[in-house]
């Protein structure tokens, strides 16, 4: 009967899953072709079948968030506190503040997308908390407060939400108020930054689903064509209509075909993991044969690479998500994205996946690497080769390394991410996965860099013995290598110089060294990963920088082109097109000819001014557009995009409208003007005519740049600076134009001077670019020079601050705390593979190991504790610092009030009779006031009608200022995610109730504090985790210096276990350490003295067992031989017949012969056993030493012997004959043991040993695979005259260890009954040793 | 060229460079494009648009390009850029487009258009910015916004 072998079911099992998948992955692509094929027949089918999938997808979502509202709104609609509050409004005077109910609103967990309010019957809102909306229509219903309502609500163009108003009833069942609950579906931003993103869910639906998406509240449904109309469900009738854009026959095709594709991808994803699977297995059988392996690993590369490339073109793992927030970010080339590599890196989530394949790419080869040393072990080699090699391999690491500088330099240039934000402690999050890719390319770079050096080794030879000679070689080649190659390209821009020099250093290290790393179940410990991050932080951050400090120089550059052509050229044409098309615009003219009506105006301006450049470009540009009737009144104001509108222009805007009209006279033009103003601001002005050229009115566009340079110009916060502007070059940057050496004009802070350094004039005659680090009043910058023309009569110049030393440790510490994190992730998946290899604990602990783990343990808690500590101290004192600046800034106005108040004014009256604008210039702050809770005035209006701030007051402040009649509140709050404070200050009319509340918002302020904050911890942080690796490196060194003494007296008991008692331990300390040495030793010599006794006594029992044996073995042949002697006499003695005697003559003759041979060769063993020979020592080599003996016993041997020696020789002190003969006896012992059952080999293996104390040793070992020592006989195997072979003397092994106790030497054995015996032999080496000399020694 | 140098000496200097030179480009993810006039250029940008061929409108990009797409304004790498078009394109799939205006104000030229995609009937407008650098014109800018009604 067969039996099928196990690798065989394994093989055929593994061809079943992959012809299992390659069947799923042809039969979807059947289905793909059918269906397909039946869509194409039916494409109107599969239209409305999409559409109503579609739909269904969306309502249900629209379900699910009102149920979620209901719940939330019943919840506090059923809750005491609130009922409590209402029927008190209710019964008693509606001024009380409703403390209980505002302290319960304020308490409430909510979304930023949110908002609730709680209403009395009026319906007046009493309490609030989150955004604010319109209150729609539902109020006006009949079924008002009488059930559960949904509706949508708008307030174009910023927000659209669902409104759940949710009933209050008494214990009566009276309806005594009611709970709205808002949920956000779309919120435009004015601008967009990392504080600002719009959220829109319509826009996510279409980007998910691939159709247009627009919901319409009841009774808006306006059907266009190519549009399907759906009735959207609300929990209490019909919500609205979704409009659906009708997609193409050719879109529902491609969607379909998507679809399938997901699954094509999937198959397609699995099958190419299981063919990586099958082709590792397939490379892995070779590994007994190294050149195959090799070759078999070249194509695994290939494969591996390919799989990427693979996964790239099937756009796996994004086809999956896309769209779908959270993992979206991670895969949308807006954040990062580059061509670099054909793609590997096309989005954050990408260069994560590439990351992982170097890394598993790199392990990989390692592994092979390694393998290919084991199985042929590197030998010496002639120099040339072990050069030329080496360098070859050296380039290939440079090569290495300057991929990595690539990978780094794309993702710092390719990429939209500011990396030299200072936003907090971690870097935000993109960055922060960014980095982590990084890091994870660093460890399979070095890994990589290491299994190169490891395979120069196997190929070019050991290398130098001595480290001096390998200093020189690694030294020689890696400077001749790295400074060739950046004496010959510009290379320094991807990776510096000296950080090359060390990669390549590190890996020829490895080609000169044998590096033994740990057991994994030792260095997936915390104590050894700790440390990495740091090392790894080393030796990124250099590279990060240089790309950094490039990219930077680019923006400056770009600043510098845009500061050189004066204007920005889309705003020219932008404004003409504008007047252009609104000039010639026939409704406009006849809506300005009559009495305009302002909703159809702002109508037909939205409809006119949606998607034109001119308010795309709102964001860089403040765009404001008026109308003008025919007699020049103004008509209507435009600002914003989409556009907002307001009657009348500001008073501020009257002197510049002025003087455009004065200009555009005084120019005669007839059509479209355009002048600048003053500064950066540009305007346009061109008559509307109707269609016979009549005049109807006029229109006027105005541009002003919104941008941090001109923060003084524009009330727009710096924080709300769209994304977009002047790249990530977030302040600081000051650009001067210098004619003839003299400053004529500047913007920005930077450029103190108004004479140009004539070392600068001087170098910029002979280059058109001159880069300079520039100090100004205690201020490092990096200028950029710019000659205009060629005699650099001309020249622009650029300024931005320096990094500084902090700033560079900021973003060190922050490139740390990334690889720690990701140090945490390997730990712990390290615990888990600790646990299941029953690693976990360790079956032996290491004294030093729980030294350092107690100690790291101390510093970690040390560090979490004082790093708590910091940070509550740290916002604590930022809080107090805000609240301190807003206390004074409201004291200011206050007084200011006070000042302004005629007799008998209050203050609060003031605000009734001055304009808040005109109070804001004098105290220099921006102000918001409020009346009852609702924003009344504002001296940034344009942040209010975008929503950006909530026109009622934060619940909190309200409650401190209505409810616990504080005179301030100081309250945080959010600008998208940007958080900031405002203070508030009642103003108490003559009742003494809050009149107006005056609120400064701090935003300047907390910019400047969040950043000095982030640093500050950053700073804090940084200190804490040096101090941690001090700790460490301190626990490192304590744990070693309590633990050398330990393992000295471990190594000292071992050897006296071992008999040599003339090991000394050194005295080092004074303390209990020092006396246990000193203990130990006199231990030692009491020891020597009782072992010399015992010796004396053991030798002259030994004598006498030497002379009984003597006796005993001449006594042998000594019986016959008298026997013979005395039989010949006999005869003799008979006269016997000559013939008989002559041949009892010639037998006694011939015993007495051998039997003298016989007490010859008895002489001659005690003899080699009493050290008669002459010994002549000298250094040999034991390699060659055991080959001599190898080659002796090959001829007689019938069994092969294997080699496997130390690659390096092996010199000790020794006589090379006596150490051969060692050898040859034991190999031939172990030939000998040998049994017929089995193929049977010997093995004899050498390998440098060093022991803790630092002493080298030769260690060999002479293997078989016989039939091993009996238990019972192995305490006397090295006895004399014991032998377990009928021929043997028993001195052979007795001879053997005598030889090795004389050369100072240990021997051993181990054995196991019916496997094999392996007797091993520990010589010191020749620099080590103090050979017991022989005679002539 | 190629087929004499290989079959003169079998492995002249630009055989031996072929392979490295296409391996950088291959690394440096572009192929530089080359230099069009104006006319010619205009035709190819529109062209790619239509297309959706991100690559082929970047052809005369240079090293930053801005991109506003549906009101997301941001200066890109040209590398970069070519992913976010891409990403647009697969967004909205492009059916035609149409340049409506082309001016020039020295030395920027402005191609104004309409671009209609899968998903609906109204379409997007287009702005690309061209600059000429050396008597070489360059998209810098493409601008895509949500369309309004045809007039």
Known sequence: ?????????????????????????????????????????????????????????????????QHRLLVLAQRLAQHPMVRTALQTRRQQNARVCPE?????????????????????????????????????????????????????????????????????????????????????????????????????????????????????????????????????????????????????????????ARR????????????????????????????????????????????????????????????????????????????????????????????????????????????????????????????????????????????????LGLFVRHSVFDSTLDYLTRTGLFPPRLILLVWSALLILLLALLILLEALGRGSRWLGGCGPVTLRSQLGLVGGLTL???????????????????????????????????????????????????????????????????????????????????????????????????????????????????????????????????????????????????????????????????????????????????????????????????????????????????????????????????????????????????????????????LAEFRDGVLVRSQGQAFVRYRLDPEVMRQLRQQSVLWRYETENAHTYLSCYRRVDATAATVHAARIPALSLFDHLYYLLRLTLTGL??????????????????????????????????????????????????????????????????????????????????????????????????IARRVELDLQLYRGGQLVATTRPRLVRERLIEPLMPIAAYEALYCRAQRSAFVPERLGTFAYWTGYRALLDEEGRPRYVVAVPALPEQERLEEERARTMAYLFGALLLLMFLVLLTAWLVARALVRPLARLREGMQAVARGELDRLLPVESRDELGALARTFNWMLRQLAESRERLARQERELAWREMARQVAHEIKNPLTPMKLSVQHLRRAFARHEDPEKFAALFERVTTTLIEQIDTLAHIAADFSTLARLPTRRVAQVDLNEVIREAVRLMEAEASHPIELALHPAPLIVAADREELRRVYINLIKNALQALVPERPGWVRVTTRLEVEASGRRLAYSTVEDNGRGIPEALRARIFEPNFSTKTGGSGLGLAIVRQCVLDLQGTIGFESEEGVGTTFWLRLPLASEAHPANGPEA | MWGKCLTATGACWQARWLWPTLLMLWLVGAIPGRTQPVDSLRRVLVEALARGDAARLLEQAPAQVELALLGRGQLYSRMQARYVLMDFFQAYPPLRVELDEDRLLDPHRFLVGRYWYAQAAAPFRVYMRLHRESDTWKLQELRVMAGRPKR
């Not at chain 1, 601008?191 to 009841?218: A, C, F, H, K």
């Open chain 1, 1 to 65: 009967m067969m039996h099928t072998p196990p690798v065989h079911r394994r093989a055929r099992r593994y061809l079943q899953v992959g012809l299992l998948l390659l069947a799923l992955l042809l039969g979807t692509g059947a289905f793909r072709v059918v269906r397909l094929a039946w869509l194409a027949r039916h494409v109107e089918t599969a239209r409305q079948a999409q559409l109503d999938r579609i739909a269904a997808r969306i309502d249900a979502e629209l379900q699910a968030r």
């Open chain 1, 100 to 256: 209980a109910l505002v302290a319960l609103l304020a308490r409430q967990p909510l979304s930023e997308r949110m908002g609730i309010e709680v209403y009395d019957v009026v319906p007046q809102r009493v309490a609030w908390i989150g955004l604010s909306m319109p209150v729609g229509t539902i109020p006006n219903t009949e079924t008002f407060l009488q059930q559960v309502q949904v509706e949508l609500v708008d307030d174009p163009p910023w927000r659209l939400a669902l409104s759940l108003w949710h009933p209050v009833v008494d214990s009566l069942g009276q309806a005594i108020g009611a709970v709205r609950v808002l949920d956000v579906l779309r919120w435009q931003m004015p601008v967009e930054n990392v504080y600002l993103d719009t959220y829109n869910r319509l826009r996510l639906w279409e980007r998910e689903l691939g159709v247009t998406v627009q919901i319409l509240p009841p009774g808006q449904a306006v059907f266009l064509e190519g549009q399907a109309a759906y009735a959207l469900q609300a929990l209490d009738g019909q919500l609205g209509t979704l409009l659906l854009g009708v997609p193409s026959a050719a879109r529902v095709l491609r969607d379909a």
């Open chain 1, 260 to 403: 399938i594709d997901h699954f094509l991808a999937l198959w397609a994803t699995a099958l190419l993991v299981w063919g990586l699977i099958g082709l590792g297995r397939w490379v892995w059988a070779a590994r007994t044969r190294p050149y195959h392996l090799l070759g078999r690993a070249v194509l695994m590369g290939l494969a591996w690479w390919g799989g990427r490339y693979l996964l790239l073109a099937l756009d796996v793992p994004n086809r999956w998500q896309r769209g779908r927030t959270p993992l979206a970010p991670l895969f949308d080339p807006a954040h990062l994205a580059s061509a670099f590599g054909g793609g590997m890196m096309r989005s954050i989530g990408d260069l994560l996946l590439t990351a992982l394949f170097a890394l598993g790419f790199a392990l990989g080869v390692r592994r092979v690497v390694v393998e290919c040393v084991r199985q042929r072990p590197a030998t010496p080699a002639p120099a040339l080769r072990a050069v030329s090699v080496r360098l070859a391999v050296a380039g290939a690491m440079l090569g290495l390394v300057l991929l």
């Open chain 1, 480 to 734: 001749a290598i790295v400074g060739s190659s950046y004496a010959l390209w510009p290379l320094d821009r991807l990776v510096p110089f000296p950080v090359a020099l060390v990669f390549v250093g590190i890996g020829l290290a490895a080609s000169c060294r044998d590096i033994r790393w740990p057991q994994a179940g030792r260095w997936l410990t915390l104590r050894t990963l700790l440390p990495v991050p740091f090392v790894f932080s080393l030796l990124l951050y250099p590279i990060l920088y240089t790309a950094l400090d490039g990219q930077r120089r680019m923006q400056i550059e770009r600043a510098l082109e845009q500061f050189g052509q004066g204007q920005d050229p889309r705003l020219v044409f932008a404004i003409e097109q504008t007047l252009q098309e609104l000039a010639s615009d026939s409704l406009l003219a006849t809506l300005l000819t009559g009495v305009p009506a302002a909703p159809r105006l702002d109508s037909l301006m939205n409809a006119r001014l949606r998607g034109s450049l001119l308010f795309s470009l709102t964001g860089n540009y403040g765009v404001t557009l008026f109308l003008f009737d025919r007699a020049q009144r103004p008509v209507g104001r435009y600002e914003g995009s989409p556009t907002t509108s307001g009657a009348v222009p500001q008073d501020q805007e009257l002197p510049e409208l002025e003087e455009l009209w004065q200009r555009f006279h005084q120019s005669g033009a007839q059509g479209a003007f355009i002048t600048q103003l003053s500064g950066r601001l540009y305007a346009g002005l061109a008559p509307v005519q109707h269609s016979d050229g009549q005049l109807a009115g006029w229109v006027v566009v105005w541009t002003a740049p919104v941008s941090p340079l001109y923060g003084a110009e524009t009330p727009f916060p710096r924080v709300l600076v769209p994304a977009s502007f002047a790249g990530t070059i977030q302040e600081g940057l000051s």
């Open chain 1, 821 to 918: 994190l990701l140090m945490l992730a390997v730990y712990f998946g390290g615990l888990v593979y600790r646990w299941q290899k029953g690693w976990l604990p360790l079956p032996e602990a290491q004294f030093q190991d729980r030294v350092l783990n107690a100690l790291v343990g101390v510093g970690f808690i040390a560090v979490v504790v004082v790093g708590w500590a910091g940070v509550r101290v740290l916002e604590a004192e930022s809080r107090r610092a805000v609240q301190a600046w807003l206390r004074q800034y409201l004291d200011r106005v206050e007084r200011t009030l006070t000042a302004i108040a005629q007799p008998g004014e209050l203050p609060y009256q003031v605000l009734d009779r001055v304009p808040l604008d005109s």
